[in-house]
T-cell receptor, first 112, second 114 residues
Framework: KQEVTQIPAALSVPEGENLVLNCSFT??????LQWFRQDPGKGLTSLLL?????REQTSGRLNASLDKSSGRSTLYIAASQPGDSATYLC???????????FGPGTRLSVLP | GAVVSQHPSWVICKSGTSVKIECRSL??????MFWYRQFPKQSLMLMAT?????????EQGVEKDKFLINHASLTLSTLTVTSAHPEDSSFYIC??????????FGAGTRLSVL
């Protein structure tokens, strides 16, 4: 059974810092991995999608990497801003599945 | 782009009543939709897979008689929480994928059972 973990559970940084969020998954037979952002009481916003054959994806200040063989992904946020404060979720889809398995999330607070 | 609409966004009900949540794919057909549940400060957990024209597939520990799923058309799946109790209070969110690579999520429904 696929399990997804995220470290740290919570993170508080001053504005302007670069930061890294970590995601691990137990079954490397994934179809893709996706990073989402969730604001309190809200739905999900897709940030980056990495196919299993890819090593990284970039969008603006965000960069996500994938090491499928070791079951790890990282989300790098450059020059953090208070507007980045949210919970960041990592999720994977298995090769033979369609639904996501989500990690518990990292709650990020960027202080002005 | 493709959008999944979920309604209502927030519902408060009395214990013992039933609540229906709708999930619509607005510009694509979805033979499969997914229902997730998120308890406070926890991650999303898959409850069930909704299949158009056939019975839903429920995850272990999810009561199919309590969480009724109907997927009568290619653009609509409904989740009915029957005889809701305070422990059913949660954030429910649906998703649908026009192709395997892409999955779109609804905005979610916050259910509060008094």
């Amino acid at each position: 059974k696929q399990e997804v973990t995220q470290i740290p559970a919570a993170l508080s940084v001053p504005e302007g810092e670069n930061l890294v969020l970590n995601c691990s998954f137990t079954d490397s037979a994934i179809y893709n991995l996706q990073w989402f952002r969730q604001d309190p009481g809200k739905g999900l916003t897709s940030l980056l999608l990495i196919q299993s054959s890819q090593r990284e994806q970039t969008s603006g200040r965000l960069n996500a990497s994938l090491d499928k063989s070791s079951g790890r992904s990282t989300l790098y946020i450059a020059a953090s801003q208070p507007g980045d404060s949210a919970t960041y979720l990592c999720a994977v889809i298995h090769n033979y599945g369609q639904n996501f398995v989500f990690g518990p999330g990292t709650r990020l607070s960027v202080l002005p | 782009g493709a959008v999944v609409s979920q309604h209502p966004s927030w519902v408060i009900c009395k214990s013992g009543t039933s609540v229906k949540i709708e999930c619509r794919s607005l510009d694509f057909q979805a033979t499969t939709m997914f229902w997730y549940r998120q308890f406070p400060k926890q991650s999303l957990m898959l409850m069930a897979t909704s299949n158009e024209g056939s019975k839903a597939t429920y995850e272990q520990g999810v009561e199919k008689d309590k969480f009724l799923i109907n997927h009568a058309s290619l653009t609509l799946s409904t989740l009915t929480v029957t005889s809701a109790h305070p422990e059913d209070s949660s954030f429910y969110i649906c998703s649908a994928n026009p192709v395997q690579d892409i999955q779109y999520f609804g905005a979610g429904t916050r259910l509060s059972v008094l």
